[in-house]
């Protein structure tokens, strides 16, 4: 009878998991409670990229005894999504539309999407990171872009343009995460920003460290750390000089360093960006660089959740990217015939990715013979492939050189943007309660919250409050002054102001500080709870 019980117990947690449901019964069932929550996103990573990459490496991945389901990665309007909407899919629990970072869509029209109800457009909805911050878990975030990137700002920001830094950086700088590590020191400096503001300096006096390199980042004693290691995106991993920049798994390190310390657990987002940009490029050396370098910090993540026994890991890409393909037009008729060096001989022969060739051709690009054989290990460029190298926009190598290893590889692409397959799910948790099955990509955000405990449409309703509404139904006047960037509201004497896109309230000339950000999303403002109650 015993064995008997516990396979129903079994099979009920397997389908309550699966099905995407709240499935609370599910953790008490297995007994053993989750504190931290590890999620790991390599940007438009396709299922082919993990098997090359694995060719190449010459053994398993740390993925791979990971794999437990396939996700869905559709958005609300589109069969293919672009990665602010999947992003926002894994942070909140919502589909949204293209471009939105954090909040509801317009319109839903995909097949089985419950429609918006009106007035809800563009509303901001709360991230798992939002939640366990207010639930008391240390908080963080990681991109090897810059880190108000699509997919970090999907976490940690909300406004309806991924392109709006401005509003994204400085939500970010105020929303309260302890840990934020990746790119974009240009844009939170003066000279990168249309507003002018310094977030550098507001990032330390908020007690930040701030730091730069990847020595001050392993010296830091800080429980709250800031590392801008490049003025946008670090280089791929291939590329990477590890003096200047710290690798993707240093920095989960790092990170899981320092979040561990809190006794309420943590939650932390680590991305590995640019293997979406490689793949945009059809440049498979990058992929390659850059699904090893998000599978080493895979490795970090994993080793400290065997050994804590408390954290559940999430590993999933927000989408495919390029259509990658072992076996192009070229091995059409002789694909089962092809030893594994025809695919992995070439692309081992290359010390650099396309972007990094770009550093070592001269200013007027007359190496480009040697500099193509020595550090892609291809000496046989065509007087066309010469031309097209030589003509290619800076910044741009990547994608002029990618296909031509592509070529000499076998390596298929169909295109060069997003795709829209189902992609594979990876997950750890001590307990064994594992996502399985194919599930939608908002059910990835839902597993996380029922695993720690947390109610993400209570924190939107305490972070998120239709300002205006609220404040005139409380008899006060309400000024949305969007030039000066702040909400002016008056009742009686008292006089609230509130900074957009920040955690700060000003009564009466006194400064205090919101457990959440302020929110404009170009149409109507929102505030915490909290905000209000400061106006009787």
Aim: no cysteine; proline share 4%.
């Amino acid at each position: 009878m015993k064995r008997v019980a516990s396979l129903l117990i079994a099979s009920a947690l397997v389908l309550t998991v699966s099905t995407g449901g709240s499935g609370t019964a599910a953790a008490q069932e297995t007994g053993a409670a989750i504190k931290h929550v590890i999620i790991l996103i390599p940007d438009g990573m396709a299922n082919d990229a993990t098997a090359l990459s694995r060719w190449y490496k010459g053994s398993s991945l740390t993925l791979d005894q990971m794999a437990s389901g396939l996700v869905r990665t559709h958005s609300a309007d589109a069969a293919i999504a672009d990665s602010a909407p999947a992003g926002t899919a894994f942070a909140t629990g919502h589909k949204s539309h293209t471009g939105y970072v954090g909040v509801l869509p317009d319109k839903a029209t995909m097949p089985g999407q419950a429609k918006i109800q009106p007035g809800d457009e563009k509303k901001p909805v709360a991230s798992v990171l939002e939640a366990a911050k207010l639930s008391g878990k240390a908080t963080g975030i990681i991109a090897t872009s810059e880190i108000m990137h699509a997919t970090p700002a999907d976490f940690s920001a909300h406004y309806p343009d991924r392109k709006n830094y401005d509003a994204l950086s400085m939500q970010q700088v105020y929303n309260g995460m302890d840990v934020v590590l990746g790119g974009g020191a240009e844009y939170l400096s003066p000279q990168g920003r249309k507003d002018g503001a310094d977030l550098i300096a507001s990032i330390k006096a908020l007690g930040y460290d701030y730091v730069t390199t990847p020595a001050a980042l392993k010296a830091s004693k800080s429980n709250k750390i800031w590392g801008a290691f490049a003025p946008a995106g670090l280089a791929y991993d291939m590329d990477r000089d590890p003096s200047t920049e710290p690798s993707l798994a240093e920095m989960t390190a790092k990170a899981i360093e320092v979040l561990s310390k809190d006794e309420d657990g943590f939650f932390l987002m680590v991305e590995g960006s640019k293997v979406d940009w490689a793949a945009h490029a059809n440049d498979p050396i990058g992929v390659i660089s850059d699904v090893l370098a998000f599978d080493e910090a895979v490795k970090v993540a994993l080793d400290f959740a065997k050994d804590d026994g408390q954290t559940a890991i999430v590993a999933v890409t927000d989408h495919g990217n390029g259509g990658l393909t072992i076996g192009n037009a070229s091995t059409t008729g002789s694909y089962d015939k092809e030893p594994l060096s025809t695919f992995i001989g070439p692309l081992q022969k290359a010390k650099l990715t396309g972007e990094g060739l770009e550093a070592k051709l001269n200013a007027k690009r007359t190496n480009i013979k040697e500099v193509m054989a020595r550090y892609f290990g291809i000496a046989d460029l065509t007087a066309e492939e010469i031309k097209a190298i030589k003509e290619a926009e800076a910044g741009s190598l990547n994608y002029t050189v990618g296909p031509m290893i592509s070529k000499r590889s076998g390596i298929g692409w169909t295109t060069g943007g997003h795709t829209g397959g189902d992609v594979v799910l990876y997950t750890y948790a001590p307990n064994g309660d594992r996502p399985t099955g194919v599930i939608d990509n908002t059910g990835v955000a839902k597993y996380m919250a029922r695993v720690m405990g947390l109610d993400l449409d209570a924190a939107t309703d305490r972070l998120f409050v239709k300002a205006k509404p609220a404040f005139t139904a409380k008899g006060a006047t309400y000024t949305l002054d969007d030039k000066n960037g702040k909400i002016i509201v008056t009742k009686g004497g008292d006089k609230l102001e509130l900074p957009l896109h920040q955690s700060i309230a000003v009564l009466n000339g006194k400064k205090t500080q919101l457990e959440g950000v302020v929110v404009y999303n170009g149409v109507e403002a929102f505030v915490p709870q909290q905000a209000l109650d400061l106006i009787p």
